[in-house]
């Protein structure tokens, strides 16, 4: 298989998380991209036409997206029924916990875009406002939920992990360890898990 990859996504983070709490990560070829709202990369707008990544060519040359659809098929190819329950409310969970993290990575990627790729004199305040108040009450929603998470590791805590690291990476002023503190406990340890360890985001564009 072969994966359109950019070390910055944290979509691209939770699908090789994934990969590696499967066991699949070596049958992933880790292929370059240039993906951007404003100038698209056309070797992936060719497999997925709205140009993102993660974009997943499996072995059969099928190309698969998004994040969710490309965790769903490693978990249907390795047997899988801990990262993604096959059936329950365990599996609804992960998946709106999942849904969760992805709304708020959304949210706070098109704050990100509007900042640093719009024209400085046709951003709108309120547009970011709007889009940090979703991160924020996502925020608030994973901190009531942080005692329950234990040690579990699915879909829906990966997802999370992946989206409160985002924060840190991109969005460091926001601190907002100082209103999860029981989330940002829970997130010191399964950070740590070497699965997530060896998919920390790293900016392309700082010298490593
Ligand atoms: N819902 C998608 C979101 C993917 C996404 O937004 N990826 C970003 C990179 S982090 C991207 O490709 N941006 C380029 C664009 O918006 O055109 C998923 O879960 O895979």
Not at 21 to 49: F, H, Q, Y
Not at 66 to 90: F, Q, T
Not at 164 to 172: G, H, I, K, P
């Amino acid at each position: 298989m072969r994966i359109f990859f950019s070390p910055a996504s944290p979509y691209v983070r939770k699908v090789m998380a994934v990969a590696i709490e499967l066991g699949l990560d070596g049958r992933i070829e880790k292929l370059p991209s240039a993906v951007s709202p404003v100038m698209r990369d056309d070797t992936v707008a060719r497999l997925n036409p709205l140009g993102k990544v993660p974009t997943l060519i499996t072995d059969d040359g099928e190309a698969l997206y998004d994040s969710r659809v490309i965790c769903e098929y490693l978990a249907a190819l390795a047997g899988d029924g801990r990262i993604l329950p096959p059936a329950g409310p365990a599996r609804w969970r992960a998946l709106t916990e999942q849904a969760m993290a992805d709304g708020m990575l959304d949210a706070a990627l098109l704050t990100r875009y509007e900042r640093m790729l719009r024209p400085a004199e046709r951003q709108w305040d309120d547009w970011e406002q709007g889009q940090l108040a979703k991160v924020e009450a996502g925020l608030a929603e994973i901190e009531a939920r942080a005692p329950s998470f234990g040690d579990r590791v699915d879909l829906g805590t990966i997802a999370i992990v992946c989206a409160l690291s985002y924060l840190d990476f991109r969005f460091a002023h926001l601190d907002w360890r100082v209103r999860a503190p029981r989330a940002a406990a829970w997130h010191a340890v399964l950070d740590a898990r070497p699965s997530l360890a060896a998919t920390r985001p790293v900016d392309p564009n700082k010298p490593k």
